[in-house]
């Protein structure tokens, strides 16, 4: 029940920097219009070795130069859940704008609800990737991403994946989710799934979603591949 507002910081963590071995549970607060100048998260930032859970909090209007204008995390203990709000986050030139991932490992989010997050860019850089969010590239298979019951409305990118960026290499399952009103100015308004990555869909909702190029819903790269069972797409 604590309130971060308008925290800056040049590098990384606006608000909240998670040193390696150190935990930190957010339950019911609010992080708003925090800012890390030119760096990464934000509102927070966790290290490889930090912990941090966030249950049933918003994070609104934070923003980052590069990753995660909300949160990016390194860590493989990071959770995300108990009807959290990330809304109108943004990285101004870079992915994931409102969470990122650099986990080697995995990264699992449920009941969370993200609402017109940002990702700036080009595709000339490399970057504007993920609206909502985004994860690093893998050169190797063993990440796994898991969503349940996670709202993804009115976000944007300036290139691909606006609702959700899914780099190569990444085992994906998403189940019970909602993608709406998202739009790209590349490729895959709700999901860009890109080479050797494979995602398995499992009742969720595709609707009203939009981009410039390909894949009004999902674009899935060569070597890619896809399950859909009891998805709609309206």
Not at 18 to 40: E, Y
Not at 99 to 126: H, P
Not at 163 to 183: A, K, T
Not at 189 to 199: D, E, G, L, Q
Request: aromatic fraction near 10%; proline fraction near 1%; glycine fraction near 10%.
């Amino acid at each position: 029940n604590n309130t971060f507002q308008a925290n800056t910081v040049v590098n990384n963590g606006g608000a909240v920097y998670i040193a390696p071995s150190a935990s930190l549970s957010s339950m019911r607060d609010v992080f708003t219009m925090n800012k890390a100048m030119m760096g990464n998260g934000g509102a927070a930032f966790v290290t490889k070795e930090g912990q941090y859970s966030i249950i049933s909090s918003i994070y609104d209007s934070n923003e980052a130069k590069y990753y995660g204008g909300a949160v990016f995390t390194a860590s493989s203990d990071f959770e995300l859940t108990g009807s959290s709000i990330m809304r109108n986050n943004n990285v101004s030139e870079g992915d994931g704008g409102a969470l990122y991932s650099s986990s080697e490992k995995s990264l699992v989010i449920s009941d969370t609800s993200f609402i017109g997050n940002t990702a700036f860019g080009t595709e000339e850089d490399m970057n504007g990737r993920g609206g909502a969010i985004a994860m690093r590239e893998h050169n190797y298979t063993g990440f796994r991403l898991r969503l349940s019951n996670v709202t993804l409305q009115s976000n944007t990118a300036a290139t691909n994946g606006s609702g959700l960026y899914i780099p190569q290499n990444i085992s994906v399952q998403i189940q019970g989710s909602i993608f709406q009103w998202n739009h790209g100015n590349n490729s895959g308004a709700a999901i860009y799934c890109n080479t050797n990555s494979s995602a398995i869909l499992l009742n969720n909702t595709f609707q009203a979603n939009t981009v410039v190029n390909n894949g009004g819903a999902v674009y899935i790269a060569p070597s890619a591949s896809l399950s859909s069972m009891r998805d709609v797409f309206t």
